[in-house]
């Protein structure tokens, strides 16, 4: 067979599966001891995606769960970097014998090859330590998404022993808010001096925020920003209560007590000072602890499972099909759709059954 044309869409499964690679089982048993270049042509691997990812994933996967994972995100230009740059520093001096992973992944910048993350003034003082592993997400030409790459990356990081693990993502579109959402603790970082309007709310982030941080807290306007904060949560706890009595009406839960709710509490940064980095992470440490005694604590887990299962077996399915259908046959089906010989969803049903 001649090799596919630009690949597009589906063919790109078999770019992905005909590339002659070095062994990924001796990649893995490199990484799991250690070695940092290993580890990064690893996350490399894995962030393609693909049956070759799966083997290596599937040998980490015991070591994995371990990890404290934490997202941060936000509206541009908040200082999410710089926050997060600080409780990495922070977790390091505290606990010299933790490691931290940090991943960026901003898709509005091009791929920068490591000089990512906004404030590298403030990162250098990291970059020398060798506890320390910086990641930022390529955003193109990774099988499954971002949200499926960046997940497998931080179980990359985990099984490698990276205790903490940050994850930095511009609130601005769904996939940000859903990577951010695997994350045991999400923070949501707001600044004063955006405009009027509260970053968070515009963005639609507001709702998955279990800690609020309002960094740049030496510039004017912190006080109004924070009781914006206060009374959009008092409308979304609201409404919120009124949702769960319609959904849960046959499981009610202890968290149908608005009492036991648990309220984002608001902290006060100083990103750039490395001022109330403490506070925000005793309330992260605060969410954990809460989190620990509820049931939802188990649903999210269970959530968490089954999105995984699901993903996986989606890229299961599709790469066994293209294996057997062909990368020619595959690609004349995307003419014929493309020239409306056909529509897709008799071109689907047939390539399943062929
Ligand atoms: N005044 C003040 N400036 C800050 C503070 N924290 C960060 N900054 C500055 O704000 C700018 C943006 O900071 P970043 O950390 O890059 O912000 P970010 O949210 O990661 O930005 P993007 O990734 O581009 O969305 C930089 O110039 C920082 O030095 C702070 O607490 N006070
Ligand atoms: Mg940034």
Redesign the pocket.
Known sequence: LAPAPTPITLSSLFVANSRRLEPVAALVEQALSGDRRSLARLISRVENGGPDSWSALSTIYPRTGRARVIGVT????????????EIAKLARKNQPDQKVGIV?V?P??PFSGGAV???R??MRDLSGDDQVYIRSMATRGSLGGLARATTDVVKVLDACGYDLILI?T?GAGQSEIDIARTADTVIV?E?PGLGDEVQAIKAGILEIADVLCV?????DGVQSTINALHAMLDLGTASKGALHHGVLMAAPDVSDQPADRWRPPIIK?????G?GIDDLMNAVEQHRAYWVTQPDGQQRARLRAAIELETVLRETLLSRLAARVGAAQLNRTIDRIAAREIDPYTAANQLAQA
């Open positions: 936000g509206a541009p230009g908040t200082g999410k970097s710089t926050l997060v740059g960026a901003d509005t910048s993350l906004g404030d003034i403030r930095e511009v970082v600044a960094n740049k807290a030496d510039r940064t100083i990103a750039v000072e001022k």
